[in-house]
């Protein structure tokens, strides 16, 4: 049996955090594993969220990208323990995911990226089946999406489309394709 190696002490307070909340949501055993240091989830975490049944974790993490003093982001699906099934993988560093979101039945999984777009992903094969824009690329320079919810059936989702430098949100919604 190998021993666990330390937590680093460069771990960002929000990958904490976030460890934290999906202990919460899947058992203290689940949250050790995505904390405790297993080599595939170098990095940090900046978004993850259980499936609705809590059979799978998707999350997003912030790892060295080849380009010096930059992160890049790996979407990792798998097993509430480890989650090592990389879905994607981002060489550009403006492509960070801020938040992950389950359909109500957990046959998909988005993530939202850059603020603007929803990334589909089928949670068992892991390929890509579909993108959303929550938010034009134009109005994404001042707006941002945040708090996505898909409806009860998938087929639509809403958010909050909230201005980057102030307060003053406003209601959203967009279509998923089938």
Avoid at 73 to 91: Q, W
Avoid at 149 to 169: I, K, Q, Y
């Amino acid at each position: 049996m190998s021993a666990q190696r330390p937590v680093s002490s460069t771990r960002s307070t929000g990958a904490l955090i976030a460890t934290l909340v999906i202990g919460a949501a899947l058992g203290a055993g689940a949250a050790m594993a995505l904390r405790g240091g297993d080599a595939r989830l170098r990095g940090r975490i900046t978004a993850a969220m259980p499936s609705p049944d809590k059979s799978i974790v998707a999350l997003a993490t912030a790892t060295p990208c080849a380009k010096a003093d930059a992160w890049c982001t790996e979407l990792r699906i798998g097993p509430s323990t480890d989650a090592s099934k990389v879905a994607a993988a981002y060489d550009d560093p403006s492509a960070v995911c801020d938040e992950v979101v389950w359909t109500p039945d957990g046959t998909r999984v988005g993530f939202v990226m850059r603020g603007y777009e929803l990334r589909l992903f089928d949670p068992q094969s892991l390929k890509e089946i579909g993108t959303v824009r929550l938010v034009t690329e134009e109005a994404a320079q001042t707006r941002r999406a945040r708090g996505v919810t898909f409806s009860e059936n998938g087929r639509a989702v809403t958010f909050d489309d909230c201005p980057r430098a102030h307060s003053g949100c406003r209601a959203g919604v967009a279509g998923v394709p089938q």
